[in-house]
């Protein structure tokens, strides 16, 4: 068991960008694809996703700066460090039940197929760690497989029900059929997403509003372009900072550079990943005769070329960043994983039909449940990195604004404790679910059903 946790744990040390390359070779080889085709595509995924990670890191490295600025211009002091989601999935990755979870959601996605309960093919190995994470957390608390296996459980159908009911929406905004979205920190919030976008259709104006920057052929869809507004953020930004006329500027154009790269990433990583897909639908289908409609399910770098996703996302951060400074209770100002923004809200989007004012809407009451999670979950979380060896510094308590805040793996914590609370909103939880299959049903097209 040792060998095979340090051989795991070794192969995780490898940045996600190389190994889902190594991943789809892997894969294709399975089902047969032609050789050339196969490295074709696992190289423009890594590309792509090379690309994601090299311009996240850019944009971080040029708001913190400023944030930072304006904390001390402000004398704020916040205790909790947000790392980021990459710190978080090597934790996790380093726990010892992490070798386990793989074989068991393997087992749990083909149960689910052979029994027809999903059409979702979910071996986006990468993303189990949002899956083994809460496993990893509850053993730290309780000693106990069984109730860690149980979370990881549930977890997983949760996510995989949710990868079913995103299909659609992907067919509908990207023109993507059989595809869908995998990580639980994106799709898990797709009921709430839901249960939003019908309420704003029962509000009179609300229900009116729409500003889709995807779709604008207005006289104004320059004005859409996520270019532009990030130039316009990046403004503001650096004048809240109090920066030079000069610094403002660089600000400003180092922003609309990440608002215009992301796209063409975006655009990379659907042009590897597709052919992959496809085939690998096929040959599941003809190891489940009368299966039809399957979907596989990918990672959100496919959808960084929607333009109403990146506009969103980026509307989002200075709100996020605002909200944290003045939120009672809150302790982490979201750095490391402000950018994860344009991930997690990016199903949402698709949900609203590319509405960027629905969507940031939806978004607000995310982010502020996003920071006071994240917040209360930090000692926990830390305590679970000092478990497997890392460490932040002494004293340093830390956490991750979005996977660390994230609704789902809350909750479940708290449920497999036997909170009060968490058991008597599981109707709550279940009617939410419930509501969101009625809509996806009402999503598929005759010929799916």
């Known amino acids: ?11 995780f040390e490898f940045k996600a960008y190389v190994m889902l390359p190594f991943f789809i070779i892997i894969i294709g080889l399975i089902i047969k694809m032609r050789i050339g085709v196969l490295l074709r595509s696992a190289l423009q995924l890594g590309t792509g996703f090379a690309g994601v990670f090299i311009v996240f890191s850019f944009f971080v490295d040029n708001i913190r700066p400023a ?6 211009v402000r004398g704020l002091d916040f205790p909790v460090l947000d790392v ?15 070798p386990l979870s793989i074989p068991f959601i393997i087992i749990i996605n083909i149960i689910m197929l052979a029994t027809k309960t999903t059409r979702t093919v979910y071996i986006d190995i990468w993303n189990y760690w949002h899956l083994a994470l809460i496993g990893a957390l509850l053993l730290s608390i309780s000693n106990n497989y069984l109730i860690a296996f149980g979370a990881i459980l549930v977890i997983t159908v949760y996510t995989i ?64 372009e996520p270019v532009v507004i990030g130039f316009v953020i990046g403004i503001l930004l650096g004048t809240t900072a109090g920066y030079s006329f000069k610094d403002v500027l660089e600000l400003g154009i180092h922003i609309a550079a990440v608002m215009f790269l992301l796209p063409k990433c975006g655009d990379l990583i659907g042009e590897g990943i597709l052919p992959v897909s496809n085939s690998m639908r096929e040959k599941i289908q003809s190891w489940f005769p009368g299966r039809k409609g399957l979907n596989v399910a990918v990672d959100t770098g496919i959808l960084m070329n929607n333009k109403s996703v990146i506009v969103t996302g980026l509307i989002l951060m200075p709100i996020a960043l605002a909200i944290a400074l003045v939120l009672p209770g809150n302790k982490t100002l979201p750095l490391g994983d402000l950018p ?87 109707p709550v939880v279940l009617g939410l679910m419930y509501l969101s299959h009625r809509r996806y049903k009402r999503n598929l097209n005759e010929d799916d059903i």
């Open 67 to 72: 944030v930072e600025t304006i904390m001390n």
């Open 161 to 224: 029900k949710n990868a079913d009911w995103t299909a659609p929406y992907m067919s509908r905004e990207m023109g993507l059929k059989g595809v869908t979205i995998a990580p639980v920190s994106v799709i898990g919030i797709l009921p709430f997403s839901e249960f939003m976008d019908d309420l704003y259709d029962r509000i009179p104006f609300v229900k009116n509003w729409n500003f889709n920057p995807h779709t604008d052929e207005s006289k104004l869809k320059h004005f859409a």
């Open 1 to 11: 068991m040792e060998i095979l946790t340090s051989l795991i744990e070794a192969f």
């Open 340 to 426: 994860n923004l344009l991930s997690v809200i990016a199903v949402t989007v698709l949900i609203s039909k590319g509405n960027v004012i629905r969507s940031v809407l939806t978004g607000i009451p995310i982010v502020i449940t996003f920071l006071l999670i994240s917040s209360s979950m930090s000692g926990l979380i830390t305590d679970l990195s000092k478990g497997t060896g890392m460490n932040f510094g002494m004293g340093q308590l830390i956490t991750a604004f979005t996977d660390g805040g994230h609704h789902m793996r809350f909750y479940l914590l708290h449920l497999f404790q036997g909170n009060f609370i968490a058991l008597i909103t599981i």
């Open 84 to 98: 980021g989601w990459p710190p978080l999935a090597a934790i996790t990755w380093s726990s010892s039940i992490a």
